[in-house]
């Protein structure tokens, strides 16, 4: 499977992390694809930190440069994002990637109901 991740609070986040690493560990083909671009006026050393410590090769790290991800993501099976907007566009597309929206910010889960 191909699999993506967006960066900024996607994959910065632990539990998101560990995700990856469960596609990792299956040989799941796994990307980060983000909207920031490469250049002088980025620094995208974080990027790098996480990518290499999940070992998630260089090449498989993708800057849209501020371009919508859905015209990155045709020959992916799965992209996790946090953005709406983009989560969207990938919905109404055409292409066969499943996208999956990481609303961390709305969950208020009450954990004690689900102990016996």
């Given amino acids: 499977m191909k699999v993506s991740f967006d960066f900024d609070s996607t994959l ?16 799941d083909d796994v990307h980060i694809t983000t909207i920031r671009g490469i250049g002088l006026r980025y620094n995208n050393d974080d990027i790098f930190d996480i990518a290499k410590e999940l070992k998630i090769p260089y090449e498989n790290i993708h800057f849209t440069n501020m371009q919508d991800k859905v015209h990155f993501l045709e020959t992916f099976d799965i992209h996790y994002d ?13 292409i066969k990637c499943i996208g999956i929206l990481i609303n961390y910010k709305n969950y208020n889960i009450d954990y004690q109901q689900f102990k016996r």
Wanted: hydrophobic share 30%.
């Fill in 12 to 27: 910065t986040l632990p539990i998101i992390q560990e995700i990856a690493k469960r596609h990792i560990s299956c040989n």
């Fill in 82 to 94: 946090d953005d709406e907007y983009e989560i969207d566009l990938i919905t109404r597309s055409n």
